[in-house]
């Protein structure tokens, strides 16, 4: 195991990898920008470096920087979190090169997997249903063509990355010209790679995702499906699992068919794979994130397994030491994300608490939340035995959180989950007038 890791990353995740480091007694290196000085991930950890300036490609973009740290602490091992650096081949080969281990994927899978394009065509062979698509297209006239093929209306989505960049619905092939070059500028800032691919688009649809763990033995299981269709323009807002539209004949299968592709592919660590789940109940497979989702605490309140502990042991070589049979998925557990509106400076928090209520944060009085980085500063968590009582449960949470002096989501969270179709659990990626 890991004596000592370094957490190349901000915000609520960050602190959510230190908090786990110390319950297994690795020591850690916290890396900061010049406005995240007096941040709470830099106060938790053991030891902390400064690595350049607010903006994102200076600081937690820097692989140079970064790699420095780690070397200068003595740091065995990198934890990316999510985004940022975590699905960077890259990345992952110069912690490599330098004798530190990158907790995820290896680069060579990483690499491959990441290009959803090539993912879906590696998907296709292992038994799993796959939406209809092409490899990465050369050019809209390209687009156009192969857009006829598929007859529209299709997706266009990039290639590389996550988080609902470079995504761009498109009717007729009138639409094509300006989504198309307006994608690919989206994902080259966002991903340094423009290249995007389409798909057909299916609707109407739920967008469910499966957590996988897969160790270097072999060994793999799936944690349950998350239910993430409530969301505004690609974002998530709320998630939940299990999923009220998945029944318990379908969850069995599509384990069983996640959990063989899973091995099949060669896929070690923790990860997600993401469906599309029909009007008739049919998985079609989209993509894969090969690292930890922003929403993983839900299944880890369902299951009771923590996935930050077990990436870090996976990463060391230590095997999965249960079986498929042996997880247990009790209750309903919800998530909110809380999102900053504008930029500001805490005032006050008070955190809602009692039995199975959860709220990751970074938050801490005079906490300022700058342009730089993304609007997440906290999550609301709960569980429960059943899903009324963990909408019930999530309502007085959300009533009882308060963050004054920066603006949040916290009211519009609220009447979401006071949403009789939300309540009901017939919603889907229409909810908020998505597509």
Partial sequence: MFSKILVANRGEIAVRIIRACKEMGIATVAVYSEADRNALHVALADESYCIGAPEAAESYLNEKQIISAAMMAGAQAIHPGYGFLSENAHFARLCRKNGIVFIGPDPDSMERLSDKAILKELISQTGLSVIPGTKAVSSVEDAKRLAEELGFPVMLKACAGGGGRGIRLIRSADDLDEAYYSAVSEAAAAFSDGSVYLEKYVFPARHVELQIMADE???????????????????????????????????????????????????????????????????????????????????????????????????????????????????????????????????????????????????????????????????????????????????????????????TNIEEQLRFVEDERFISGNYDLTFMGNR
């Fill in 217 to 407: 033995a072999g060994n793999a299981v799936c944690l349950g499906e998350r239910d993430c269709s409530l969301q505004r323009r690609n974002q998530k807002l709320i998630e939940e699992t299990p999923s009220p539209a998945v029944s318990r004949e379908q969850r069995d299968k599509i384990i069983a068919l996640a959990v063989d592709a899973v091995k099949k592919i060669g896929y070690t660590g923790v990860g997600t794979m993401e469906f599309l789940l029909d009007a008739d109940g049919n998985f079609w497979f989209m993509e894969m994130n090969v690292r930890l989702q922003v929403e993983h605490p839900v299944t880890e309140m369902l299951t009771g397994i923590d996935l930050v502990k077990w990436q870090i042991r996976i990463a060391a070589g230590v095997k999965i030491n249960f079986e498929q049979k042996d997880i247990r998925m009790r209750g309903s557990a919800i998530e909110c994300r809380i999102n900053a509106q504008s930029c500001g400076e805490l005032d006050m928090l008070h955190v809602p608490g009692g039995p199975f209520v959860r709220f990751d944060t970074y938050l801490i009085k005079g906490t300022k939340v700058t342009p730089y980085y993304d609007s997440l500063v906290g999550k609301v968590i709960v569980h429960a035995a059943t899903r009324e009582e963990a909408l019930r449960k999530m309502r007085a949470a959300l009533c009882e959180l308060v963050i004054e002096g920066i603006p």
